[in-house]
């Protein structure tokens, strides 16, 4: 299997990574290497195998829903690339 | 007294204990020789001022109770820090100044240690050679133009070039382990779930534990014992009663059963590394260990799962580096040309290149094939372990498959600098704890280790064993000194 053109700017747009042509050529080559060596794993039949999706043995925390944290607005804020004490700022998103 | 940055942690508290040093002493001395080792590269960011007050304060009113008591300590910069920057190598991190900080970190500041800096590191710890970090390479202590190993370059080379008198580092597929062998110093990897994750920034959750580096192994246990805790603001920390390391530490090994396994070999290896490997062997017989030769059947598809695990899982994490609420930003003329072009411009070229692995084995239609068939070969590969320890109490392995390359040797070829991490890799895959000791050097004097692999939760063992190994090596690193300026 190999990678195209194509696919390589259809996955840049999903990662919401701009590319130009010469890099997603240079991506091209380097997946398609990758991926090669990735094709290993086709050597070993996992049929009954179950897929480990958990390392650490255990089972997640139950916890109470308590407010541990409040008045934290400005730190939350302290380091949003465009300035405004009460709101994060992005380009106009409604015409 | 021998020169104080080149001391132990253990000479270092024993003195400031006896009060025969102060913190502030010691503290000027690791600043004076980082502002004289620029060429290193090993800062991004200093702390120098606030940590003389710290040490000042510290010696007004001294807590000797503390397991660290005025130590000045630089830490990767992968570790929020509250009021410094943090950066995790990368532009799209330049300018972000967490406002709290990781919980390891706390660990060791509630222990008495003063923070000196941060140190540099491949991007998002993301590489095996620090080049890939926004703020440049690194130089090996051990000789110019040398790599210091990566992710966590900056680490190994400032505690190999004494410029902090240990440090903490984060492993994801031997971003501890390798470094520390290049370096001629000693890296704990712990059992995942051991160190808590909280602030430190994510790679491949699933992966990532932080863990000491050390000039040798007495200090690893004592920097362990402070930083390994049970944390409720990681999902994943597991509640267990943790050893007392420092207080634990045997070279007592004999009747341990160590097993050797043959799938640690790849074409090429130098004849040094397989030579230091039966060293290490005879050394663990010499210490009355029982050598037990085992098989880890799946060891060389943990690179191939790796590398589909790993980046999917960063895929993920990295998703929120968008312009929006933290860091840099390029402006564009909708949201999504802003995020576009921050994500372009704001990260490198081999991160990058993770996040497209990621994304693809992630999207539809390939999930199957990639993602769920790394899982199940996950699977196997923790079985191959699970089966070893029915056998033998810890597994004794070459740390890298060579020593430390020249910087630029591996940068155009993704494939052969992944390589670096086949023996350090299958260890995270299964979530266990691994350690690498420098065991030896190669034709050009440059170090090289040998890892010990334990059990889940096992971590006294392996530093036991590593503490009677290293006994017997009695590994000298020489290192000139060839980087410092008046």
């Not at chain 1, 043995?57 to 949003?80: A, P, Q, W």
């Not at chain 2, 411009?345 to 990621?358: A, H, L, S």
């Not at chain 2, 999930?367 to 699977?379: G, I, P, S, T």
Request: with cysteine; hydrophobic share 35%.
């Amino acid at each position: 299997m190999s990678i195209d053109l194509k696919t390589v700017k259809h996955i840049s747009k999903l990662a919401r990574i701009s590319i130009d042509d010469e890099k997603a050529n240079k991506l091209k080559g380097d997946l398609n290497n990758i991926f090669e060596f990735i094709e290993k794993l086709n050597e070993l039949n996992t049929d009954n195998v179950q897929a480990l999706t958990s390392i650490a043995e255990t089972t997640l925390r139950f916890r109470k829903d308590e407010i541990k944290s409040e008045n934290i607005r400005e730190k939350i804020l302290k380091n949003s690339p465009e300035e405004n004490k009460d709101f994060f700022v992005v380009p106009k998103v409604v015409e | 007294m021998s020169d104080i940055t080149s001391q132990s942690l253990f000479e270092l508290t024993s003195n400031i204990k006896e009060k025969k040093l102060s913190s502030e002493e010691i503290t000027k001395v690791f600043i004076d020789r980082a502002e004289k080792s620029k060429k290193l590269n090993v800062y991004v960011t200093d702390n120098f001022e606030k940590a003389i007050d710290q040490s000042k304060k510290f010696d007004s009113n001294p807590n000797f109770d503390l397991k660290l008591p005025g130590i000045p300590i630089a830490v990767k910069d992968l570790f929020c820090t509250n009021g410094v920057r943090t950066t995790a190598g990368s532009k799209i991190l330049n300018n972000f100044v967490p406002t709290y900080e990781s919980t390891v970190t706390q660990n060791l500041w509630s222990q008495g240690a003063i923070l000196l800096g941060k140190l540099n590191c491949d991007e998002f710890a993301m590489g095996s050679s620090n080049e890939t970090s926004f703020f440049g390479n690194v130089q090996n202590p051990v000789g110019e133009n040398l790599v210091p190993g990566g992710s966590s370059g900056g680490s190994s080379a400032a505690v190999a070039a004494n410029l902090t008198p240990v440090t903490i580092g984060t492993d994801t597929g031997g971003s501890i382990r390798q470094p520390a062998s290049f370096t001629g110093t000693v890296g704990l990897k712990p059992t995942y779930g051991s160190c808590s994750r909280y602030g430190i920034v994510a790679f491949a959750s699933s992966l990532d534990q932080a863990g000491p580096m050390t000039k040798n192994v007495r200090d690893c246990s004592m920097l362990l014992e402070v930083i390994s805790s049970f944390d409720q603001k990681d999902s994943t920390s597991i509640d267990y009663k943790r050893n007392c390391y420092s207080k634990e530490l045997s070279k007592d090994i004999k009747g341990k059963k160590i097993g050797i396994p043959k799938e640690y070999r790849v074409d090429n290896m130098p004849d040094e590394i397989e030579q230091l490997w039966k060293n290490g062997i005879s050394y663990a017989k010499g210490c009355g260990a029982e050598i037990i030769d085992i098989s880890l059947p799946h060891t060389n598809y943990a690179l191939p799962t790796y590398y589909i695990v790993a980046p999917a899982e960063a895929s993920s994490n990295l998703a929120r580096y968008d312009g929006v609420k933290y860091g840099f930003r390029s402006p564009g003329q909708n949201l999504i040309e802003m995020y576009e072009k921050t994500r372009s411009e704001g990260f490198g070229d081999e991160v990058k290149r993770r996040i497209m692995i990621g994304t693809y084995v992630l999207s539809s239609g390939y999930y199957d094939a990639y993602y769920l068939k790394a899982q199940k070969v996950r699977q196997l590969i923790k079985k191959d372990f699970d089966d070893a320890f029915s056998k033998v109490d810890a597994i004794l392995t070459p740390s890298t498959p060579s020593s430390a390359f020249k910087i630029g040797e591996k940068t155009n070829d993704p494939v052969s600098m992944y390589l670096n991490d086949i023996f350090t890799v299958p260890i995270n895959l299964a979530g266990l704890p691994g350690i690498s000791i420098p065991a030896g050097k190669d034709k050009n004097n440059y170090p090289l280790g040998l890892q010990v692999i334990g059990k889940p939760f096992d971590e006294q063992n392996i530093l036991n064993i590593s503490y009677a190994l290293e006994d017997k090596i009695n590994f000298k690193n020489d290192i000139s000194d060839w980087w410092l300026s008046e």
